[in-house]
């Protein structure tokens, strides 16, 4: 039965808003827009509408719609599609009236904004999409953008995935240098449970079968299974017999999802969802 997708749950404005405000700065620079000063009257107003060049599903109006009225709160923006709607090529996402200049200024931060994060939730979306009918849910890792994670992870949770760890502090995961530095993999999660809050669970990366019994032996909450093969995948789901949430990690496109999720992993991670999503391509027009 296919799981019900994540709500988007919209960051705070506290988290994103001081993102979008730097890209601003880093494009007014310290003299500002002058090319919009020089030629545009102060006093000008104009109506724009935000358009979808291509199909896909929307994220990132809501910094957007923050690019705009950081440069002027007169800014009317008015969103005509909410962020996790899949639209058609030409669809219309929002209408907005204000001063010229300030449209003008913000309009390639905004967009900067709404292409990328509507291609991540576009990747995403495909990636859900094909693993429909199985337990199966697609999450994304911490390969994301410098400064750009708590939107990003926002896009994929419009695009119907679901966020793993946000960061090193609110998850233990034992990866393969870990073990090395401890150890051994016993080592490594004797250390984490005498010191970790009752409240974090405890998950291993493990590579080969002779690993995952090892883990599975120590009584872990979550196992990542890295690069196995569908065969090694199956045989894990079988060893494992809920025992610990399975993760499937490695070799994760398109071609080859449905696959892996057949097998009967509990989670799908992928990085490309984040770090290789293409930019949909959005235009504002006078």
Same mark, same amino acid.
């Given at each position: 039965?296919?799981?019900?997708?994540?709500?988007?749950?919209?960051?705070?404005?506290?988290?994103?808003?001081?993102?979008?405000?730097?890209?601003?700065?880093?494009?007014?620079?310290?003299?500002?827009?002058?090319?919009?000063?020089?030629?545009?009257?102060?006093?000008?107003?104009?109506?724009a509408r935000l358009v979808a060049r291509k199909a896909g599903t929307i994220s990132g109006m809501i910094a957007a719609e923050c690019a705009f009225r950081l440069v002027d709160p007169a800014v009317a923006f008015h969103c005509e599609v909410p962020d996790?709607?899949?639209?058609?090529?030409?669809?219309?996402?929002?209408k907005i009236d204000g001063p010229a200049r300030a449209l003008l200024t913000g309009e390639r931060v905004a967009l900067n904004f709404l292409g990328h994060l509507s291609g991540i939730a576009t990747a995403t979306r495909a990636l859900v999409d094909a693993v429909a009918g199985t337990k199966a849910r697609i999450v994304c890792t911490r390969k994301t953008t410098p400064g750009l994670r708590v939107l990003e992870k926002y896009a994929v949770r419009c695009g119907g995935g679901f966020n793993h760890r946000f960061?090193?502090?609110?998850?233990? #995961?034992?990866?393969?240098?870990? %073990? !090395?530095?401890? +150890?051994?993999?016993?080592?490594?999660?004797?250390?984490?449970?005498?010191? =970790?809050s009752h409240m974090l669970r405890i998950e291993v990366e493990v590579d080969t079968l002779a690993q995952l019994e090892?883990?599975?032996?120590?009584?872990?909450?979550t196992i990542l299974l890295d690069n196995f093969s569908l065969a090694d995948l199956k045989h894990a789901v079988s060893a494992a017999d809920g025992r610990a949430t399975l993760e499937a990690s490695?070799?994760?496109? #398109?071609?080859?999802?449905?696959? %892996? !999720?057949?097998? +009967?992993?509990?989670?799908?991670?992928?990085?490309?969802?984040?770090?290789? =999503?293409?930019n949909l391509d959005v235009g504002l027009d006078f």
């Open positions: 039965m296919m799981l019900a997708l994540p709500e988007t749950r919209p960051p705070s404005p506290l988290l994103f808003e001081p993102v979008v405000r730097n890209a601003l700065l880093e494009d007014l620079g310290r003299a500002g827009d002058i090319t919009t000063d020089l030629i545009v009257p102060a006093q000008q107003r104009l109506t996790g709607t899949k639209v058609r090529e030409g669809a219309l996402l929002a960061g090193l502090d609110d998850a233990v #995961l034992i990866k393969d240098n870990h %073990i !090395a530095a401890a +150890g051994g993999l016993r080592a490594a999660v004797d250390r984490a449970r005498a010191g =970790a090892e883990a599975l032996a120590l009584g872990v909450d490695g070799n994760v496109t #398109l071609a080859t999802v449905r696959a %892996i !999720a057949e097998t +009967g992993v509990d989670y799908i991670s992928s990085g490309a969802i984040t770090h290789s =999503a293409p």
